[in-house]
């Protein structure tokens, strides 16, 4: 299996505190294992209605909201 580093900016409150209660509830040994356990579920699940979080300040515009500028 071939792993590939990637930089992911959390909020420090909240994900950070979903991160170790997936842990916690699963056993997992460490955030990254946390975290790949959490989007594998997420994959796997139907479509769920979410409410998506906030997007971050530093987030660069996507192309999505270039074209209707």
């Known amino acids: 299996m071939t792993m590939k580093r990637k930089m992911l900016w959390l909020d420090e409150e909240i994900d950070h505190t979903a991160i170790q209660i997936i842990k ?34 530093h987030a660069r515009p996507s192309p999505k909201d270039v074209q209707n500028e």
């Not at 460490?30 to 971050?56: F, H, I, T, W, Y």
């Open 24 to 57: 916690e509830r699963y056993g997992c040994e460490s955030e990254s294992q946390a975290m790949r356990l959490a989007l594998r579920v997420l994959a796997a699940s139907p479509m769920l209605e979410l409410q998506l979080p906030d997007k971050p300040l």
